[in-house]
Each structure stands twice: as structure tokens, then as C-alpha cells.
T-cell receptor, first 114, second 113 residues
């Protein structure tokens, strides 16, 4: 088994501020993901990474940067926080291939923009 | 790209009743299908998975059915109990380069006593 940790659990920022969310996994998974979940809604993919130093844009990448510093960690930066992007940000990881393609999710970071 | 439509967005049933959530997808190359459960305030947990080659899976009081001809995936709950109250999300992945999974918008299931 393994675990995905996300820090911080709650993030409060000012409008226009640059904010960074962090994710660590010890599954030794190759692929990691960042999703945004707005209240009562589904998941929208922001970025994903299939290996260390790789970066792939999702459907919602504008306004965000990401960095896969090493295999176990994947960080997301909100470049200029806006009030309409208050949401829960979920990190996930998977082996990325075949029968084990399911994703395992972290507990989330709840972003509030003042 | 893949489009996944999930219905209904909200579903309320009485304890002991059955419930069905359905997803339709567009990519005929879709091969891996997942259902996730998200309890209030919690993250997503994998509930069940089914592959294009198997088409059916059962467990934990749920049955997952895949109709490849209609490109339809369903989650069937045979006898609801209060612990089933949660949001449920389908997710679909292609057979090739399947790092990217497309999620449905979710169904909020409420079980009434």
C-alpha cells in the first residue's frame, strides 16, 4: 500500500497572489495528476506528469504552473489567485498503464481566495 | 477527445431500494472503466473497475455493467443503505497511452431512511 499527502490542507490567499500546493506519494507511481473540483461538481484535469520532469497540460491549465521535481512529488502553482477559483484541488497518482491504471487520490487542498 | 456524460446528477432513494447511475462515453477505444465514491468532505476512493474484456463486475452490493455497443457504463446498487450516501464518479480510459482518465460530472446519491 501507499499514501498520498497534500499540503497544506487549507490554503487562504489574497486575490492576485501566487500560491503553491504540494503533493507527495510513496506508491512509487510513475504518473501524477492535479485536478480541480468546484463545489458539488466533477473533476477537471489541470496538469499531469508521466515521469520526473515531464509535464502535460490538462483541460484547465491556464492560470496554473506545475513542477514534477522528483518521482514522488508534484507541485501546483496558482500564478495569480482569483476569487472564482476557490475549490478543492486533488492530487492523484497511478502506475499509468494497463490493468492498474486506476488513480489513487490525496485528501485535497481547499483553496479560499479573499 | 473523450467525452463522458453522467446521469442523473442527483438521486434520492429509500433504504433498501435499488439505484442506477449511468455514464455514456464517446471514444470507441475506451477500455478501462472505473467508479469512484466520494463521501462528504473526503477524497475519492476507487469503488469498482471493469475492463472492456470483462463487461461486468460485482461486489460490495454493487454491479457494474458495460454495454460496449451503446458505449454505456452503469453502476447498479441492489439494496441501498445509509452508508451508500455519497457522490459517485465514473471514469474512462483508453487502451493505449492510458495515463489520462476522463471523469463524469458525478452523481450525488442520498439514501433516505
Amino acid at each position: 500500500g501507499g499514501i498520498i499527502t497534500q499540503t497544506p490542507k487549507f490554503l487562504i490567499g489574497q486575490e492576485g497572489q501566487k500560491l503553491t500546493l504540494k503533493c507527495q506519494q510513496n506508491f512509487n507511481h510513475d504518473t501524477m495528476y492535479w485536478y480541480r473540483q468546484d463545489s458539488g461538481k466533477g473533476l477537471r484535469l489541470i496538469y499531469y506528469s508521466i515521469t520526473e520532469n515531464d509535464l502535460q497540460k490538462g483541460d484547465l491549465s491556464e492560470g496554473y504552473d506545475a513542477s514534477r521535481e522528483k518521482k514522488s512529488s508534484f507541485s501546483l502553482t496558482v500564478t495569480s489567485a482569483q476569487k472564482n477559483e476557490m475549490a478543492v484541488f486533488l492530487c492523484a497518482s497511478s502506475t499509468g498503464t494497463g490493468d492498474y491504471a486506476e488513480q489513487f487520490f490525496g485528501p485535497g487542498t481547499r483553496l479560499t481566495v479573499l | 477527445g473523450e467525452q463522458v456524460e453522467q446521469r442523473p446528477p442527483h438521486l434520492s432513494v429509500r433504504e433498501g431500494d435499488s439505484a442506477v447511475i449511468t455514464c455514456t462515453y464517446t471514444d470507441p477505444n475506451s477500455y478501462y472503466f472505473f467508479w469512484y465514491k466520494q463521501e462528504p468532505g473526503a477524497s475519492l476512493q476507487l469503488l469498482m473497475k471493469v475492463f472492456s474484456s470483462t463487461e461486468i463486475n460485482e461486489g460490495q452490493g454493487f454491479t457494474v455493467l458495460l454495454n460496449k455497443k451503446d458505449k454505456r457504463l452503469s453502476l447498479n446498487l441492489t439494496a441501498a443503505h445509509p452508508g451508500d450516501s455519497a457522490a459517485y464518479f465514473c471514469a474512462v480510459s483508453a487502451h493505449y497511452g492510458n495515463e489520462k482518465i476522463t471523469f463524469g460530472a458525478g452523481t450525488k446519491l442520498t439514501i433516505k431512511p
